[in-house]
């Protein structure tokens, strides 16, 4: 079975463009979140998605939103970038909400 | 809030030395506890998990128990191998309520370097 996929791998962005990432997850698996490494601030949770609805959220501010389709793939959108918006971002996937999470490979965003 | 405290590294070992990772917990009720592993340029992989109090979590050769009267979980090996370089992050499940979501918080993660 595939594991959790996440495109693009890399990307560097300007300070105040916006950026789109995406994950999909393990087939079968409903629930999806996404987290934000760094290492000021090592690793936060961002969101939970479940049934294409926003179920949890971290506490970011709202620049920082996301969707999920009713294949489960699952894409989050930082708009007005800042610097300190750098990370890896990885996203995890799990079969329901309280199941095991399994993570992708993660997408590094770099800022300039 | 929950919260996990992880031993600073990096920790740098000869190859078959011993490895103990220290990891602590402050929780409320009664998570999960795991110890993931990210190598270089990669994601999390889950290494082990307890899910109650007195468990061991078990694989590759490392092992961990779910200590409650001391609220740790830490990471031992017996002996490590060049290939076990990576950082490792502590981390619990912090059921959110209301929902059946569990989310993880980590730790700060300790690198292992290991030498030949």
């Known amino acids: 079975k595939a594991g959790v996929t996440q495109t693009p791998r890399y990307l560097i962005k300007t300070r105040g463009q916006q950026v789109t990432l995406s994950c999909s997850p393990i087939s079968g698996h409903r629930s999806v979140s996404w987290y934000q490494q760094t290492p000021g601030q090592g690793l936060q949770f961002l969101f939970e998605y479940f049934s294409e609805t926003q179920r949890n959220k971290g506490n970011f501010p709202g620049r920082f939103s996301g969707r999920q389709f009713s294949n489960s793939r699952s894409e989050m959108n930082v708009s007005t970038l800042e610097l300190g918006d750098s990370a890896l971002y990885l996203c995890?996937?799990?079969?329901?909400?309280?199941?095991?999470?399994?993570f992708g490979p993660g997408t590094r965003l770099t800022v300039t | 809030g929950d919260s996990v405290t992880q031993m600073e590294g990096p920790v740098t070992l000869s190859e078959e030395a011993f490895l103990t990772i220290n990891c602590t917990y402050t929780a409320t009720g009664y998570p999960s506890l795991f110890w993931y592993v990210q190598y270089p340029g990669e994601g999390l992989q889950l290494l082990l998990k307890?899910?109650?109090?007195?468990d061991k979590g078990s694989n590759k050769g490392f092992e961990a128990t779910y200590r409650k009267e001391t609220t740790s979980f830490h990471l031992e090996k017996g002996s490590v191998q060049v290939s076990d370089s990576a950082v490792y992050f502590c981390a619990l499940s912090d059921s959110i309520r209301n929902t059946g979501f569990q989310k993880l918080v980590f730790g700060t993660g300790t690198r292992l370097l290991v030498s030949p």
């Open positions: 307890a899910t109650k109090a007195d």
């Open positions: 995890a996937s799990s079969q329901l909400q309280g199941s095991e999470q399994y």
